[in-house]
């Protein structure tokens, strides 16, 4: 089953790590994501950039709107996400407890959801017939 492996961070605990600290992590970090990849375990994974770089979109009443930032202030901001393949759900809270940034933030784990079967019960066309 796949699980998608939500990383947040505390940006005042990481700016606290000592100096090198985090190039460190994320190197190990990264080392740990290309050997998961290669034993099909993680299928992606991406580090996003700052939320003062996001922009977020609504649309009310027929009127959209476009504001800068993230929608509300937060401790802990979405930093980055780990798309696995887990044979359960304790191996995937297995595989977030070993991300070095659940120690400066969280590690948020949500099963995703088939798209296939939400296409099957709307009554949508499968991807490949689109293509």
Do not use: H
């Not at 998961?36 to 993680?42: F, H, I, P, Q, S």
């Not at 939320?51 to 979405?78: H, Q």
Request: charged share 30%.
């Amino acid at each position: 089953m796949k699980y998608m492996l939500l990383v947040y961070v505390d940006e005042s605990l990481m700016q606290a790590l000592p100096a090198g600290d985090f190039d460190t992590k994320m190197r190990a970090c990264l080392e740990k994501a290309d050997e998961e990849k290669r034993a099909g375990r993680y299928l992606d994974f991406q580090q996003l950039e700052a939320p003062t770089t996001a922009k977020t979109v609504r649309i009310r009443n027929g009127r959209t709107a476009i504001t800068d930032g993230p929608f509300a202030e937060a401790k802990e901001v979405l930093g980055g996400f780990n798309l696995v393949e887990a044979e359960s759900e304790e191996e995937a809270l297995r595989m977030a407890a070993e991300l070095p940034w659940a120690a400066t933030g969280s590690i948020e784990v949500r099963p995703v959801r088939d798209i296939d079967q939400v296409r099957v019960r709307v009554g949508a066309a499968s991807a490949q017939a689109n293509a």
